[in-house]
C-alpha cells in the first residue's frame, strides 16, 4: 500500500468510496420509500370498506336482526296476545292461548282493566278467565297496556273463512299456505312499524280471526294495509289487515 501523502491516486480513492457510500445510502432509502408504499397499498386494498347502517325501524323473525327495509326488528314493539289465565302472581299472571303457546304477561301501575265496555280492576283476572293483552311485546313476553276479559267465543271479521291455526311444533316445518289476498307489491320486510291505537285495532283483529299466537309487531304497508307478524305459532306468520281493521289475508 503507498503511504506516501503526495500520491495523487489517493484523493481519487476517496471520492470513489464516497460516491460508492452515496448510491448505496440512495438504494436503502429508496427502498424504505417503496416498502412504505407498497404497505400503504396493501392496507388500501385489505381494510373493510365502511358505510352508514340503515336505520331500521321494524325484519323478520329475531329481535334485533336488520335486513333491506325498514321492517326489520329493532326491539320490542306494540302487539299483544288473547287466552286463558293459567296462574296469577303479584306482578301479572301467565296465559295460556288456544295453540299452547305460553305467555308471560306483566302488569304495570298504568296497566287499565276492561270488561265488555266497562272498567275493572287487576281483581278481575283469576285463574281461568279467558283474556285479550295489548301492550309491549318482547318475544313471549308482554308488559301490558290493556287487559280486557273477554267471552271465549269472540270472533273476527274477515272477508273470508280463515284455516286454522298450527300450532307450534318443535322440528315441524311451517306451513306453507294461504288465505284470503296478500296486499298487492307486498314485500316481507318493509313497511314501517305503527304503535298505539292503530297498532292495537290491528292486533285486536288478528288475534279475533287467528287465536293461537303471539303478535309481536304491526307493520304499516305502503299501500296504507297493515301486516300483523305473529308467532308462537307454525302458521300463520303474517296476517294482512286493511285499512278497516278488517282480515283480509294471512301466510
Not at 105 to 127: C, D, K, L, P, R
Not at 143 to 163: E, L, R
Amino acid at each position: 500500500m503507498n503511504n506516501d501523502p503526495t500520491n495523487p491516486r489517493r484523493p481519487r480513492v476517496r471520492r470513489l468510496l464516497s460516491n460508492k457510500r452515496s448510491v448505496w445510502i440512495a438504494a436503502v432509502a429508496l427502498s424504505a420509500v417503496i416498502g412504505l408504499s407498497g404497505c400503504a397499498a396493501t392496507a388500501t386494498a385489505t381494510s373493510p370498506s365502511t358505510s352508514a347502517s340503515p336505520s331500521a325501524t321494524a325484519g323478520h323473525g329475531v329481535p334485533g336482526s336488520s335486513g333491506g327495509g325498514s321492517n326489520s326488528r329493532s326491539g320490542p314493539a306494540a302487539g299483544g296476545s288473547s287466552g286463558t289465565v293459567s296462574s296469577v302472581t303479584t306482578s301479572g299472571f301467565t296465559l295460556s292461548t288456544s295453540a299452547g303457546q305460553k305467555v308471560t304477561v306483566n302488569e304495570a301501575s298504568a296497566t287499565t282493566y276492561q270488561n265488555g265496555t266497562s272498567s275493572t280492576t287487576a281483581s278481575a283476572i283469576t285463574t281461568g278467565t279467558s283474556v285479550l293483552v295489548l301492550g309491549t311485546t318482547s318475544g313471549t313476553t308482554i308488559t301490558a297496556t290493556q287487559v280486557v276479559v273477554q267471552p271465549t267465543s269472540s270472533g273476527g271479521s274477515t272477508t273470508y273463512s280463515a284455516s286454522p291455526v298450527a300450532p307450534f311444533k318443535q322440528g315441524a316445518p311451517s306451513a306453507a299456505k294461504q288465505d284470503g289476498q296478500i296486499p298487492a307489491n307486498y314485500t316481507e320486510g318493509s313497511g314501517t312499524i305503527v304503535s298505539g291505537t292503530t297498532a292495537d285495532k290491528a292486533t285486536e283483529a288478528a288475534l279475533a280471526a287467528y287465536p293461537g299466537g303471539v303478535v309481536d309487531r304491526v307493520v304499516k304497508l305502503s299501500s296504507g294495509e297493515y301486516e300483523v307478524h305473529y308467532i308462537g305459532v307454525n302458521w300463520p306468520h303474517h296476517i294482512f289487515v286493511n285499512t278497516s281493521f278488517t282480515v283480509v289475508g294471512a301466510n
